[in-house]
């Protein structure tokens, strides 16, 4: 079992940064990947970032790539994404996952954060 907890979400303006946290239990902590997803209202869940087992390799769709960075820290046992450069359509509740996979899709997802609202306003 893997307990997620995201924070840092909030409102922001076009053009701000923001820093999403993600803290997870357990003591297999470099055992799974991690990785980042958001939803809109009436969208479904879409992949942003991912991080693998050893954080060696990062992965980011094609429209957050050059403004999100996902990181790892398995001291604090956290995974965060710093998000520059926000846009208007970046709005969305993001969503911390994990996986023992090496697939970057929602239904490839083991466990899921409750989730933190990010508004960006024009």
């Known amino acids: 079992q893997v307990h997620l907890a995201e924070s840092g979400g909030g409102l922001v303006q076009a053009g701000d940064s923001l820093r999403l946290s993600c803290v997870a239990s357990g003591r297999t902590f470099n055992k799974y990947g991690l990785g980042w997803f958001r939803q809109s209202p009436g969208k479904e869940r879409e992949f942003v970032a991912g991080i693998s087992r050893t954080g060696s390799r990062t992965f980011y769709s094609d429209s957050v790539k050059g403004r999100f960075t996902v990181s790892r820290d398995d001291g604090e046992t956290a995974t965060f994404l710093q998000m520059n450069s926000l846009k208007p359509e970046d709005t969305a509740v993001y969503y911390c996952?994990?996986?023992?996979?090496?697939?970057?899709?929602?239904?490839?997802?083991?466990?899921w954060g409750e989730g933190t609202l990010v508004t960006v306003s024009t």
């Open positions: 996952a994990s996986t023992y996979g090496s697939k970057w899709t929602a239904s490839d997802m083991d466990y």
